[in-house]
């Protein structure tokens, strides 16, 4: 089979046929198939982890640096929030008071947390933007092949 071969079953005025080529199909049908690189890599890099839309795309360095990326800020920000829970529940009377807590917590140091925070946020944007981008790149250059 062919790069245009596909089998589709679509409905179009309450009636089914069937398609066995990407020029016999509704206009659409090939709207959907055309777009979907570009929603399909956005949704993972978006909804599911960042960097996966990359890996879809077929731009594995990138999405391999990225996911590497995600890894080291997710580990950290986890090993951030262990210390600051751990110092926050930390009692030498062994009663934890509820203004207490709230007063060591207050007093922890919480930047490193919000920088990572913030780096993770970066990098999710940008990986839901690559991928669309990209995505929709290579929709038009498909679209443009098949032609």
Request: proline share 1%; with cysteine; hydrophobic share 50%.
């Amino acid at each position: 089979m062919g790069a245009t071969s596909i089998h589709c079953l679509a409905e179009e005025n309450s009636s089914l046929f069937c398609c066995s080529t990407v020029n016999a199909l509704p206009e659409n049908c090939r709207k959907i198939l055309a777009m979907k690189k570009a929603i399909l890599s956005t949704l993972y890099s978006g909804l599911v982890i960042p960097g996966l839309g990359q890996v879809i795309n077929k731009q594995l360095k990138k999405g391999i640096c990225i996911l590497i990326l995600v890894f080291f800020l997710f580990v950290g920000t986890l090993i951030k929030l262990y210390l600051i829970i751990s110092n926050v529940f930390e009692t030498k009377s062994g009663a934890s008071d509820t203004v207490a807590v709230m007063e060591k917590l207050a007093a922890q140091n919480l930047s490193l947390l919000w920088y990572l925070l913030t780096a993770f946020a970066i990098l999710w944007f940008y990986s839901v933007l690559d991928a669309y981008m990209t995505g929709k790149k290579l929709d038009r250059l498909g679209e443009r092949d098949r032609l």
